[in-house]
């Protein structure tokens, strides 16, 4: 598995050098059916992305969100499959404010095993497999661990351009919440990995190309998503349409 991350990683970073084309033009930008927005850097960094997979192990099937909202797509997955999210936070993306990410999972039965997200504008790579999560920045490539939460409460990270307050503020009664951060794009999920926060419900729509790689990174460093009442979270369902979920820390409950 370490082999395979480590091929996987160029591929994310180039995509995201390709984003990085495009950044700050918003005249790319479009709608797509459902509403949300796409730009040319979404379509550049699959067109890097799909290729590279397709040849570096043409025997598992690629779900791709760009592809799927073209209609495109293996029709079921099961076992191992890729899942794809070539530019996760394009509002973020088209805001200029540098959370957006490319992502990578390998999917096996459900559990994502494997994930690379990369945030270009921000120089940051994030890659899990195998137990061991590793960030790569300005100050060189290093492992990441969640935390224990610390004596002073907990620090909640949410959505940036999405999300419910009052639901949010109704899931955390009663919990020692000590911090609020605000986060786009699955940089969400790689914050409570690298140890930063400890907690991010979820109480809105997502995808599952939208949280794979952070959820296998968060993994990796020791953290874990649910649903609402506990329950493993799955991958492979058959619209790859997210329920309510927490990811959570080392030992946030």
């Not at 061991?132 to 935390?147: N, W, Y």
């Not at 329950?231 to 927490?246: E, L, S, T």
């Amino acid at each position: 598995m370490t082999a395979l991350l480590a091929a996987i990683r160029p591929i994310a970073e180039e995509a995201g050098r390709a984003t990085l084309a495009f950044y700050g033009d918003h005249a790319g930008a479009r709608e797509k059916a459902d509403g949300s927005p796409v730009t040319l850097a979404d379509e550049a960094a699959e067109a890097v992305i799909l290729p590279a997979l397709r040849a570096l192990t043409p025997e598992i099937p690629v779900v791709s969100e760009e592809e799927v909202a073209q209609g495109i797509g293996p029709a079921r997955v099961g076992g191992r499959f890729w899942l794809v999210d070539p530019l996760d936070g394009t509002k973020e993306f088209l805001s200029g404010n540098g959370e957006f990410t490319v992502n990578i999972a390998l999917i096996e039965d459900g559990r994502p095993i494997l994930g690379v997200v990369v945030a270009p504008a921000l120089g940051e790579t994030y890659a899990g497999a195998d137990g061991e999560a590793f960030l790569t920045d300005s100050a060189g490539e290093r492992r990441i661990l969640c935390r224990q939460p610390p004596g002073e409460g907990e620090t909640v990270v949410g959505s940036r351009s999405h999300g419910d307050a009052s639901a949010m503020e109704a899931f955390l009664q009663g919990r020692n919440v000590a911090a609020f951060r605000a986060a786009g794009s699955s940089l969400k999920l790689c914050l409570i990995a690298r140890g930063d926060a400890d907690l991010y419900p979820r109480l809105g729509t997502t995808m599952e190309w939208d949280i794979a790689a952070g959820h296998a990174v968060l993994a990796a460093a020791g953290g874990r998503v649910t649903t609402l009442d506990g329950a493993p979270f799955a991958y492979g369902k058959p619209d790859f349409r997210n329920p309510h979920f927490v990811a959570y820390g080392a030992a946030s409950v």
